[in-house]
């Protein structure tokens, strides 16, 4: 059932680097692509979300971006500091929300 | 705080028994949804219910079924339970339908099946 392919599995970066965690989809009914945060003991918190109407989303330090032709969207974390230390996890949905599909997971971990 | 609420945090059994997991959504929250977590891996999708009704199914097992019952609380119940089953379970709950939007995730419903 993995719809979403995500890669790597684990990610090591120094303060300040770039972390880029990338996704492929397949389905082309999904037009809902979030990325969601995991702290160790805790559930899945929403990062940042993108729409396949626009390529680039850009909150803060976190931007997605989004290759519709290539059914490809990424994670860049800029200036990467050890508190972003997580899983983080993309996903897609279909317009009505229903069977929110997850990618496997990267284990992001940020070295002071 | 997410809002969800899930019961019970840790539960350890044996091999054959049956557990109910249960989760109370947002308030004003109509869908639920429950994931499988097992170690090291993503989030595997089981099961969605909107409004007291069944709208998606990921693999879920023929032993695993799950309700949302009137006051939109939902109940996963695992059942034969194999050292396998073994993970962290999480349900979610989100507005409902219309356009996609953010899940809200409880904290997860660890079981150890020994």
């Known amino acids: 059932q993995q719809q979403v392919k995500q890669s790597p599995q684990s990610l090591i970066v120094q303060k300040g680097g770039i972390s880029i965690i990338n996704c492929a989809y397949e389905n082309t009914a999904f037009d809902y692509f979030p990325w969601y945060q995991q702290f160790p003991g805790k559930g899945p918190a929403l990062l940042i979300a993108?729409?396949?109407?626009?390529s680039e989303k850009k909150e803060g330090r976190f931007t997605i971006s989004f290759n519709k032709s290539a059914k490809q969207f990424s994670l860049h974390i800029m200036d990467s500091q050890p508190g972003d230390s997580a899983t983080y996890f993309c996903?897609?949905?279909?317009?009505?929300?229903?069977?929110?599909?997850f990618g496997a997971g990267t284990r992001l971990t940020v070295k002071p | 705080d997410s809002g969800v609420t899930q019961t019970p945090k840790h539960l350890i059994t044996a091999t054959g028994q049956r557990v109910t997991l249960r989760c109370s959504p947002r308030?004003?929250?109509?869908?639920v949804y429950w994931y499988q977590q097992s170690l090291d891996q993503g989030l595997q999708f089981l099961i969605q219910?909107?409004?007291?009704?069944?709208?998606a199914k990921g693999n879920i097992l023929e032993r695993f079924s799950a309700q949302q019952f009137p006051d939109l609380h939902s109940e996963l119940n695992l059942s034969s339970l194999e050292l396998g089953d073994s993970a962290l379970y999480f349900c979610a709950s989100s507005h409902g339908q219309g356009t996609a939007g953010e899940l809200f995730f409880g904290e997860g419903s660890r079981l150890t099946v020994l």
């Open positions: 993108i729409r396949p109407d626009v």
């Open positions: 308030s004003g929250d109509l869908s």
């Open positions: 996903a897609a949905s279909r317009a009505n929300n229903n069977d929110m599909r």
């Open positions: 219910y909107y409004n007291g009704e069944e709208r």
